[in-house]
Nanobody, 122 residues
Framework: QVQLVESGGGLVQPGGSLRLSCAAS????????IGWFRQAPGKEREGISC????????YYVPSLKGRFTLSRDNSKNTVYLQMNGLKPEDTAVYYC???????????????WGQGTQVTVSS
């Protein structure tokens, strides 16, 4: 049974940083894509980034690429999202997702974590 467990969310002031982690378990090999979506209050889920099984990283929102960095450590079955220069509009629940490949649409992902809240506020 595949499980994705996120950690690292919390309250941070504008301009601050957080690093989210997602530990994956239950996959029988490293051949899976893993990434992050987020959902702000009253908005649809938005893709942030995804790492394919061979390490290619896609950022779905160009404006986030300079502030958010995705990395994957297959030895730990973990993916990280480093978020710098956080803004109030980054406030959202952040979800780890996984599937056989990276998808733009959230509906294509078979596996989701429970989500971790990120709140950016002074």
């Amino acid at each position: 049974q595949v499980q994705l467990v996120e950690s690292g969310g919390g309250l941070v002031q504008p301009g601050g940083s957080l690093r989210l982690s997602c530990a994956a378990s239950g996959f029988t090999s490293d051949y899976y894509a893993i990434g992050w979506f987020r959902q702000a209050p009253g908005k649809e889920r938005e893709g942030i980034s995804c790492a394919s099984s061979d390490g290619d990283i896609t950022y779905y929102v160009p404006s986030l690429k300079g502030r958010f960095t995705l990395s994957r450590d297959n030895s730990k079955n973990t993916v990280y999202l480093q978020m710098n220069g956080l803004k109030p509009e980054d406030t959202a629940v952040y979800y780890c997702v996984a599937d056989s490949r990276c998808w733009v649409s959230p509906g294509e992902y078979d596996y989701w974590g429970q989500g971790t809240q990120v709140t950016v506020s002074s």
